[in-house]
């Protein structure tokens, strides 16, 4: 079974830092795109990063550019999104999901995700 669990939020002070984990199981990590989302209550879900397991190709939202970084370790399975200087507005669940790579580059974020992982909240204190 295609399986993504998503952890390592908490709460944080604004300005602080947090590293998201989205671990995976069931397939074999190869010639996938894995995408980081987000939802607040009250928004629409955000894409806001992905990563080829490939060759590690990025895209990202303009929003998050230059503030979170997205990574993969082949050998793990795993993705990580790292977050600087978080403020009150990043507050939301985080969720990871997965879907076949195309063998294209990534020019966009797409909400047609084949598997999601169980959200990790993620909450910021001013």
């Known amino acids: 079974e295609v399986q993504l669990q998503a952890s390592g939020g908490g709460s944080v002070q604004a300005g602080e830092s947090l590293r998201l984990s989205c671990t995976a199981s069931?397939?074999?990590?190869?010639?996938?795109?894995i995408q980081w989302f987000r939802q607040a209550p009250g928004k629409e879900r955000e894409g806001l990063a992905c990563i080829t397991t490939s060759d590690g190709d990025q895209y990202y939202a303009d929003s998050v550019k230059g503030r979170f970084a997205i990574s993969t370790d082949s050998a793990k399975k795993t993705v990580y999104l790292q977050m600087y200087r978080l403020n009150p507005e990043d507050t939301a669940v985080y969720y990871c999901a997965m879907r076949r790579s195309t063998g294209n580059a990534i020019t966009t974020l797409t909400s047609y995700y084949d598997s999601w992982g169980q959200g990790t909240q993620v909450t910021v204190s001013s």
């Open positions: 069931g397939f074999t990590f190869e010639n996938y795109v």
